[in-house]
């Protein structure tokens, strides 16, 4: 009955392959081909009989299968052979004689058959380059299915024809040639309906996982051309089809579930599936399995029905698990368990394993890379695919939130390969073809509603929005993918990258805090060790610590090994590199970068989201503090981007994006970076970089408002960033004559200097109040007798306070160093600058102040132990405060000493002489000068003293609203009509451009001179004289 079955039955007829010749292709047209009795037939039938390894007569080999039914049948017909029907028949009755256990080990094709090994194979990988083996190779056993002894037979009959095939070669013999295709094409035809069930008692679901044909492909056991013939010879018919290859499918997928980077099992079923996805049908160049897995919709992409919906689609799409190797902790403990757990683990032995699991993440990321790819090129699954990464990154939108539920998000190992993919694709687009409108775009991928932009708020990108749309000839560009692809790589950088660079410093500053509370209690244990009940807590609280610790190690190994691979970050540089190419375009299209930039704001940049910068800017941050070699590949145009917005900061209204730019120039400065010398190099020879240093200036003047809560505190930070910065630029005289040009041209650089000794004044009172509170409880723990009375807990708060003052002693010296080191180099070139007439005499008395702090009779406070712990050197600071004095000698300088009534007296001048001369502080040269400049001082004084005259009865319309002094040249406050004298209301306009009695904005340009009053106080002044 099985015999009599239609082979041709459900399955259309197969498009042959490209290499198929001419006359072959004609010979197959004919309705009928046969071979007529003769030398012809007898050969067919020992090519028929040595191609399916069977006996025809009952006396050959005893390792041949003898056919009853078809040896009957080809004695009764002695004449022509029809080809189809004579393998057909062949061909089902050893497909059924194979349920005979001896016939099947007489037709086992080990034996018979070993296709050369570059045919044999169908997944070409270089898996056996990189990686052992797969020890998960799965092998045929004694026990197999009928299936799989019927597909292994017939792949093995498929492969002999080829050995025919050279025969033949030789001789031209057409029939003959027909029928090794013919031959073919039968075993193709049959393993299909061995793979429909139509030799199995049931009838196989096309949702089942267990498909006989996987062990093959697998294993590499099918012969060169064979499953490009299935897939041909199945396609036409999309049912067939699907129940043929879904299996297959479904298979791959549950068994790298199953699987992970702690073995090399993944590395058939990934590459298996990237071969599958690319192959095509060779004249319409469809990708079969490519649109077999797109239409599958519940299978591509189910439903999404928790909350979860990120880590939804990573365990429940179809490519999640082949997007989902990870190596890190908080993904995976396989990984960690197998490579990082051995407590005898060496630092080489950690290296060893982090580079053999990169080479496995790498091979990954490729085979990755080939089946999305596959999926793209394919244009009935393009969008499909697009729409799938698309899909990724929106339910994984709250990734890029500081604080995050890791239980509705896709895990960190599946969004990092995504990227890794995508960056792979962005390499060979152009940024012309890139449309910069598309993140505004009505059918844009990522939703930016939500988004901070760079300079304007969320209503002024509706209206210009509307405004763009309603202007003539403006149309959105299609959705093509170069756009498509750029801008998706761009957000899931936003949404991998930058969050695992947080998590990373997280880790880091978690492991450092438990490892420091650990010690502290280690530390003090000799307080508590008597103490049961603290004793108890404090045992419990460090196995808790340690063990965190131990935790937070091993997962720091496996954040080094992904995202502390330097290849991987050269690839996001090269990305970022391309980014800032791209920004440069659309913020200044016409002529490239140039400062300055046009006064009005493109509207095309301003409605950039924000965290284009500010990714860009954290990044590059990241590297430069833990792989500072990677920025070697930077290019010229992110360092022109990098000046080029330092230098307009008007095109942000975020100043802290500004103040990230600065940092990273503050950074790659060699003091603190040392192996950032070549980038810094680039920033400081870079054409545009000779507006960098007024441009810091002014934004050193910017930073005191912020508008943040936090602002008095940031700007120390931002300050001392530019300070550092100036330091470098002024090594260099192209910069250094920058600023000179600058503090001859006014009011900036005049506000500049204001903001400077604001600084110094509160850096250095914070520190020195610091250092006079830690010389208070040094000494209380030096009596050690007195300590000791103390209770334990007095004690350890006494302890904290000490530690929390050394912290604060420490920062608030490091940015005084630094603001006075900015100062003494700057009044040695710009003196003028800092002499006028609303700075001179604040200048003078900060100075005055500070040189009592450190010769007075209350210095000895500031004595405390091991200083340079805190960066106190009080030798160093009177010898810069000094220089300070020295390279401000003139007259209007002099005089501003002699009018500082609170500080100044001349015993401090000689104090500081002494001290300089006992500590050889200085030359004798320089205290020569000191001491000149001192007695000037003095006789200045005495001679301010002789024509001093009482004022103190002046009306009150004579004196001034906020300093209650006599007004000197007073003038009107337009917007509330006040009269203040010109140099106390210019003092307040350095720090605050507004009107001080109603804050209405207020500049020196507004100012009226009260003619009539300063003429009323003239008269009266000379009068009181002449009295």
Known sequence: MASQLDVDSGIETMEVDDVETLEVHKLRKHKVSKISAGLGKDHALLILARVFHIDLTGNSDKDAAFLPELSAALAENSGDLVIKDLINQTVMEILIALEDACIAALLKPESRCSPPAAEACIVKTFCDEVMPAASGTEEATSSESRETRQISYLAACYDRVALEEKTLAK????????????????????????????????????????????????????????????????????????TVFLPVLLGIQGKMRQYSLDGD?????????????????????????????????????????????????????????????????????????????????????????????????????????????????????????????ALALKVNHKKSALQVDENTVSGDGFLQNILCVLQMLCVKVKLDKVDPYFPNHPKADIDMKQETRLKCSSQEVVDWIKKLESTEGFQWQ?????????????????LSLLPLCRRYRRQLRAIRELNQMAGEIENEEHLWRNLPQIAARNRELLERWKSHSRRLEKSKVCSDTALMDPDFLRRCVQFYNSLVTFLIRIVSPSQGPAVPLPTEVPMAWAVLPEYYIDDLADFLLFCLQYQPVVLDEVTPDLVSMLVLLVCNSNYFSNPYLVAKLVEIMFVVNPSVQ???????????????????????????????????????????????????????????????????????????????????????????????????????????MENKEEWRKLA???????????????????????????????????????????????????????????????????????????????????????????????????????????????????????????????????????????????EKVEKILVQKMKREVDYSDAPDEFRDPLMDTLMIDPVVLPPSGKIMDRPIILRHLLNSSTDPFNRQPLTEDMLQPAIDLKLKISRWMQEKQTS
């Open 171 to 242: 001789v031209s013999v057409p029939l003959l040639s027909e029928m090794l295709r013919e031959i073919r094409v039968q075993c193709v035809r049959h393993t299909a309906l061995v793979l429909q069930g139509c030799f199995s008692e049931k009838t196989p679901s096309a949702f089942s996982s267990n498909s006989p044909l996987l062990p093959f492909l697998l294993n590499m056991q099918l012969p060169r051309g064979f499953l490009q013939d299935l897939i041909y010879a199945t396609y036409q018919n999309k049912d067939l089809f699907r």
């Open 265 to 389: 099992q993944f590395l058939q079923h990934l590459s298996l599936l990237a071969e599958l996805c690319d192959l095509q049908c060779s004249l319409s160049k469809e990708r079969p399995i490519s649109n077999l897995i797109v239409s599958e919709k519940t299978l591509f992409v189910p439903d999404l029905i928790s909350t979860g919906h990120g880590r939804e689609l990573q365990k429940l799409s179809f490519l999640g698990p082949f997007l989902d190797l990870s190596v890190y902790a908080e993904d995976t403990t396989k990984v960690v368990e197998k490579f990082f757990s051995s407590k005898t683990l060496t630092q080489e032995d950690t290296q060893l394993a982090s580079q053999s699991l990169r080479h496995r993440l790498w091979f990954a990321r490729v085979e990755q890379f080939k089946i999305v790819h596959a999926m793209l090129v394919n244009s009935d699954t393009r969008e499909a695919m697009l729409d799938y990464l």
């Open 478 to 494: 299609g959705l093509k993918f170069p756009t498509r692809c750029y801008f998706l790589t761009l957000h899931c950088h936003h």
């Open 674 to 780: 040392p192996k950032a010398e070549k980038l810094h190099e680039m920033i400081v020879t870079h054409p545009l970089s000779d507006s960098l240093a007024p441009a810091l200036m002014k934004f050193y003047i910017d930073v005191e408002s912020t508008g943040a809560q936090s602002e008095f505190y940031d700007k120390f930070s931002i300050r001392y960033h530019i300070s550092v910065i100036f330091k470098g630029l002024w090594q260099n005289p192209v910069h250094m004559q920058a600023t000179v040009n600058e503090s001859n041209s006014g009011k900036q650089f005049v506000r500049f200097v204001n903001m400077l000794m604001n600084d110094t004044t509160f850096l250095l009172d914070e520190s020195l109040d610091s250092l006079k509170k830690i010389n208070e409880i040094q000494s209380a």
């Open 792 to 934: 334990w807990d007095v004690q350890r708060n006494q302890e904290r306070a000490l530690a929390t003052e050394e912290r604060q002693c420490r920062s608030y010296l490091t940015l005084a160093r630094e603001t006075v080191d900015l100062m003494l180099y700057l009044t040695k070139y710009t003196k003028h600058g800092f002499l006028r007439p609303e700075l001179a005499d604040r200048l003078a008395a900060m100075l005055n102040f500070n040189l009592q702090q450190l010769c007075g009779s209350k210095c000895k406070n500031l004595k405390v132990n091991n200083p340079l712990k805190y960066g106190w050197d009080p030798k160093e600071l009177l010898d810069q405060l000094t220089d300070i004095y020295l390279h401000l000698d003139s007259d209007v300088f002099l005089q501003a000493i002699a009018n500082d009534e609170r500080s100044y007296r001349k015993e401090l001048f000689d104090d500081a002489i002494t001290r300089m001369t006992k500590a050889v502080i200085k030359t004798q040269s320089k205290i020569a000068q000191f001491q000149d400049l001192a």
